[in-house]
Each structure stands twice: as structure tokens, then as C-alpha cells.
Nanobody, 126 residues
Framework: QVRLVESGGGLVQSGGSLRLSCAAP????????IGWFRQAPGKEREGVAC????????YYADSVKGRFTISRDNAWNTGYLQMDNLKPEDTAVYYC???????????????????WGRGTQVTVSS
């Protein structure tokens, strides 16, 4: 059963911004690290960013470092990915999951994550 819901994607021009949300309606995310992943057509899914639940520490893939900012609001059981200075190569379906978040992003199953959701499409035009 899919319990994480992604939203906020859309079509934006190169250099533009989008803010993605990851919600867990009816469930608590405050004990889980949250990670964002993306999958472009013909490519494998890759980890983009993650944020821990304890110290709010973060990790970013080199490809998005300095352009994307991950955050979370435990009161609202929601995670966010602010994406600025978007590039055409950022075009992908973006997904969220519960993860281990240290010097890499590793998916872990949890009460709120057993399988990938539908994701949200981000398209960046040049």
C-alpha cells in the first residue's frame, strides 16, 4: 500500500524553480529520514537529497548541490524539496521514500514506505 504522496511537479523553464512535497496522510514521518529520488526516461532511479529526523542533517547528490534544498515539517508530516536554477537534465519523475541518510541515500522500508508511489513529474524546458 502506497502511503507517501508526492506533489508539486510541473513544467518550468530552465532557471526556474519548483517546490515538491512529500506527505504521509494519516501516518507519522517524524521518526524517519526522508529521501527524494528521481528517474528520467531510460535511466535508473537515483537519490537526490535526504534529511534526517533527529538532527535535520542533510545529504545532497553532487548534481543538485547548491541548487536544491530539502526540508521537513514534522508537525505536518511533510517533507519538501525546493528546486532552484532548474536545468533540462533535472527532468524526471520525482519520488520520496523513507531512507537512511548519512553519506549516501539508502531506501529503507518502514510503516509509511513499502513501495514507490506515483511520483510527480518535473519537466524543465530549455
Amino acid at each position: 500500500q502506497v502511503r507517501l504522496v508526492e506533489s508539486g511537479g510541473g513544467l518550468v523553464q530552465s532557471g526556474g524553480s519548483l517546490r515538491l512535497s512529500c506527505a504521509a496522510p494519516g501516518f507519522s514521518l517524524d521518526r524517519n529520514a526522508i529521501g527524494w529520488f528521481r528517474q528520467a526516461p531510460g535511466k535508473e532511479r537515483e537519490g537526490v537529497a535526504c534529511i534526517r529526523s533527529t538532527d535535520f542533517g542533510t545529504y545532497y547528490a553532487d548534481s543538485v548541490k547548491g541548487r536544491f534544498t530539502i526540508s521537513r515539517d514534522n508537525a505536518w508530516n511533510t517533507g519538501y524539496l525546493q528546486m532552484d536554477n532548474l536545468k533540462p537534465e533535472d527532468t524526471a519523475v520525482y519520488y520520496c521514500a523513507t531512507v537512511d541518510c548519512w553519506d549516501s541515500i539508502v531506501v529503507v522500508t518502514s510503516p509509511v514506505f513499502h513501495s514507490w508511489g506515483r511520483g510527480t513529474q518535473v519537466t524543465v524546458s530549455s
